[in-house]
């Protein structure tokens, strides 16, 4: 999602943009903030207990009395359906990747034989152990697998579900965009009707939005202004 490389141009070439921030000093200011991008980003993270840093971040917002409003998607416009395609494309990808390197896996531990995905996947890459003729290690593998499924993530309508009423029991309004949540945070913003952007993705500048918050730190109550003006 983004921008591709812009967040690595501003770092290197406009580092002064980047400003770390305490999120006190948008006390009793509205901040709107895209439900998906944010699921997507706590289930890679936490796995199964995604919820919890949900909590955290209605949370944290609240202790510096941060007003949040959150959105929901409804759809992509056109111009974005080759994209979705593409990442359609890549996810399918890697699935299949997994399926065909948990069978080898299985097999392995029934039979012993290594396979060419697990001899490519499992090859050791530190040098004292490729000199003591290790050509295959089971753990970097195994490992090699487990970070291919964390890259595959599962979101249902049903998590969507639960964080509403995770918002409902906290009394935090949420609604759903007439398209792209993204969008919407960023229209609301330009508009005055909410303070500013809470987002990773580097598509709300190109929108045009006129204060753009990023990498919050809910453990700190901080977060990092993008500066673009």
Request: hydrophobic share 35%.
């Amino acid at each position: 999602m983004g921008i591709k490389d812009l967040n690595k141009f501003l770092r290197s070439e406009c580092p002064e943009v980047f400003v770390e921030t305490h999120l006190s000093h948008y006390a009793y200011k509205k901040v709107a903030i895209d439900v998906s991008l944010y699921m997507c980003k706590y289930k890679a993270i936490m796995g199964d207990a995604w919820i919890r840093s949900f909590i955290n971040l209605v949370v944290s917002l609240r202790r510096n009395h941060v007003h949040c409003v959150f959105i929901y998607d409804s759809g992509s416009p056109p111009e974005k359906e080759n994209t979705k395609d593409k990442r359609k494309a890549s996810r399918d990808k890697i699935e299949d990747n997994i399926i065909q390197l948990e069978y080898d896996l299985d097999q392995y531990h029934s039979t012993g034989e290594i396979t060419p995905l697990l001899a490519k996947v499992g090859k050791p890459e530190i040098v004292s152990l490729r000199r003591q003729g290790v050509a295959f290690s089971l753990p970097i593998a195994e490992a090699y697998f487990e970070k291919k499924k964390k890259q595959l993530l599962h979101i249902s309508e049903a998590d969507f579900d639960m964080t509403k009423k995770l918002f409902d029991i906290l009394k935090v309004p949420y609604y759903d965009a007439p398209m792209e949540a993204e969008t919407m945070c960023s229209d609301l913003c330009k508009r005055g009707l909410v303070d500013a952007v809470l987002s990773e993705d580097t598509d709300v500048i190109a929108y045009g939005t006129p204060h753009f918050l990023s990498k919050i730190d809910t453990s700190k109550d901080t977060c990092v202004l993008v500066r673009i003006d």
